[in-house]
């Protein structure tokens, strides 16, 4: 019977320092895994994430890294394989809104998001590719949203780039399933952050009214199914995509 254990694995989360991203690393250092975080300004945040990781008696590492830099992407990959010896988990969370109608869109936020959420991925999980092909296997996931799902009114450059990451994935998890490497989707629905902070009280009251279970979730609701699916206890998933929504676009 598998475990669900992360004992010996080494893992990287893209955006680690806040959110999603920092429940996600810390339930995986909960469950055995060493973990790297990458972010892009907040140094403090990571470093206390770097911080709460190794006192759970795992190594850790904090690595200021855009996610949209591709060299910098390879760069960390090979840092990480030449100094903990494998790569076995990739996270790939670090994600942006710059919300507009269309009409009112413009080109930077349009190519921001579609890079940032999207071309992040390709970056790290190309990079990924070669060490989990010569470990002989890893696991993937893919933080997307369920607006990549159903499309979102003033979410039009969020809601290409997360449902890019799904067509995205479900390529990468043909091409390397011989490999042993598993790719998958979380797709989040509203969950509690920084991120959705910003929106007012009627929006809020909006999204809970059409959520089945009736309230927001929780990052560590979404770190548990990232859990999962890195571990043995989904050796047989791939290519999925794992709604966490409070049955919201079911
Ligand atoms: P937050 O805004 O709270 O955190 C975003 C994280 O991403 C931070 O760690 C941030 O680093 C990092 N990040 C942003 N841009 C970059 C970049 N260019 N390079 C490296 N790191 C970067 O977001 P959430 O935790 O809410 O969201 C995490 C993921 O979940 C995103 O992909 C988001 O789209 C997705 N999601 C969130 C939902 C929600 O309701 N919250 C719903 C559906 C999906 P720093 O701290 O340095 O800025």
Known sequence: MA???LEGKTALVTGGSRGIGKAIALTLAEFGADVVVTYARSSEAAEAVKAEIEAKGRKAKAVQADAVNFDQAT???NEIVADWGKLDILVNNAGITKDNLILRMSEDQWDDVITTNLKSIFNYSKAAARPMMKNRGGSIINISSV?????NAGQSNYSASKAGIVGFTKSYAKELASRGIRAN?????????????VLDE??????KQVTPLGRAGEAQEIADAVVFLASDMSSYITGEVIRVDGGMAM
Do not use: C, F, H, N
């Open 75 to 77: 760069e960390l990959i």
């Open 185 to 197: 989707v979380v797709a989040p629905g509203y969950i509690l952050t920084d991120m959705t902070e």
């Open 3 to 5: 475990q669900l254990s």
């Open 202 to 207: 009627k929006v809020l009251d909006g999204i």
């Open 147 to 151: 607006v990549g799902l159903t499309g």
